[in-house]
């Protein structure tokens, strides 16, 4: 699955350090606004700490993480919807993405200029959720105006209408799309509507190094409190830490985090967030030749699962062998599992599980 999520922020704030960081792909960075213009992308792993496990128990040929795509987009000012700074490439750039990351500053350097003179999360956040409304109202107001005009014969735009009232109501109160109350009929309808704020954020608050895991960080405190309206989630790092740390051997990160008090790199829970946060599970596939970790939304079956690995595998799909990860990693090794009655044989109908390793038999 091609998967994306877009890097999002004022100017300076730290999204580029944080980007180069993630993806070492060497984005542009400098400390004046508009640095970025267009979007650099990088492909990174998915940290999952059972591959290596079931590496131990396979000896495979090689290790294959899944992955995401993150890009790095412009900086965005105000009036970015009236086309304001880079606004118009910027719109554009994050509706193509998935999910957001939106990087937020929470921390003071006088030597790192703020666009707007202060540091205040609560206001960049709004700046930049204000610009997105706008334009999600003006894009779903020209929609409305079209299908309204055909409602009375099209099913499909008559279903659409009362959808749409619902979420302008929303936006013109100043909220985003995500926070309208939708059911689930209704949410998979507004999909159709391709809105900004209706994709699924991440808040990244980036703190100094003296302030990883200080809960008491009042700029912290104020972006957790925004990010709970939102219905959003926040992973707090500090990116000029996380680019010092994706610049060592995995050993020397293992020893560093260590040295600070920490288990995994901020990082990691940030691209372990992003993905979550896109509905996805993870199973695992493992033998000789490789072992591997495979992308599916949540609530697939195990065809639609299968069919990630091969298309054809969904139509010629006759079971699954199953065993969980957990099962394996308390017993040892699949003989175990399968001694335990652990192992099991699942149909069509099989919903698959974040961590099943999965043996999948199919017509050829």
Known sequence: ?????????????????????LT????????????????????????????????????????IHTFMEFVDIAGLVKGASKGE??????????????AICHV?????????????????????????????IISDLESLDKQYTRIQKTAKTNKEHAEAIPVMEKIKESLSAGKTARVTPLT???????QKFHLITLKPVLYCANVQDSDLGNEENPYLKKIRELAKEDNSEVVVLCGKIEEEISGLEPEEQIEFLKDIGETESGLHRMISASYRLLKLITFLTAGEVEVRAWTTPEGSTAPKAASVIHS????????????????????????????????????????VKDGDIIYFRVNA
């Open 1 to 21: 699955m091609s998967l994306n999520c877009g890097i999002v922020g004022l100017p300076n704030v730290g999204k580029s350090t944080i980007f180069n960081a």
């Open 104 to 132: 937020v500053r929470a921390f003071d350097d006088e030597n790192i200029t703020h666009v707007h003179g202060k540091v205040d999360p609560v206001e960049d956040i709004q700046v930049i959720n204000f610009e997105l």
């Open 85 to 98: 700074g880079l606004g118009n490439q910027f719109l554009s750039h994050i509706r193509e993405v998935d």
């Open 312 to 351: 054809d595998f969904e139509k010629g799909f006759i079971r699954a062998e199953v065993m969980s990860f957990s099962d394996l990693e308390r017993l040892g090794t699949p003989t175990r599992v399968k001694e335990e009655g652990k192992l099991r044989l699942e149909g069509k109908d099989y919903i």
């Open 24 to 63: 070492k792909a060497g984005a542009q960075m400098a400390n004046y606004p508009f640095c970025t213009i267009e979007p650099n992308k990088g492909i990174v792993e998915v940290p999952d700490r059972r591959l290596q496990h079931l590496a131990g128990i396979y000896h495979p040929q090689k290790i």
């Open 184 to 190: 689930d009929e209704e949410y998979k309808i507004a």
